[in-house]
């Protein structure tokens, strides 16, 4: 069974850093893409960042220039570093991965889901 483990939130005045981790546990052929996603309370879960195994990365818009996505194949990790932080990054984090497992007849891909971390921003 393949788990996705985060840590990193936590309270933060507002212009402050984080950085979340994230950490995949198991039987693994490999990971594909991997993100971070958020909830807001009574919003929309969205995609935050993602990065891809060869390390090219996405973001949203609203943390362009404040978040960084990083991640360490070997390790199975992947970071979010969360500079100048604002009242409105305040969520729940989620981080995801494309896992590829080995089965009896060759390889399954699954989406794994981390059990999310809290991040509050105060002003």
């Known amino acids: 069974q393949v788990q996705l483990v985060e840590s990193g939130g936590g309270l933060v005045q507002a212009g402050g850093s984080l950085r979340l981790s994230c950490t995949a546990s198991?039987?693994?052929?490999?990971?594909?893409?991997m993100g971070w996603y958020r909830q807001a309370p009574g919003k929309q879960r969205e995609l935050v960042a993602i990065?891809?195994?060869?390390?090219?990365?996405n973001y949203v818009d609203s943390v362009e220039g404040r978040f960084t996505i990083s991640r360490d194949n070997a390790k199975n990790t992947v970071w979010l570093q969360m500079n100048s932080l604002k009242p409105e990054d305040t969520a729940v984090y989620y981080c995801?991965?494309?896992?590829?497992?080995?089965?009896?007849?060759?390889?399954?891909?699954?989406?794994?889901w981390g059990q999310g971390t809290l991040v509050t921003v105060s002003s």
């Open positions: 995801n991965a494309g896992v590829v497992v080995t089965t009896r007849g060759g390889y399954r891909n699954l989406e794994v």
């Open positions: 198991g039987i693994i052929f490999g990971i594909n893409d």
């Open positions: 990065i891809t195994s060869g390390g090219n990365t």
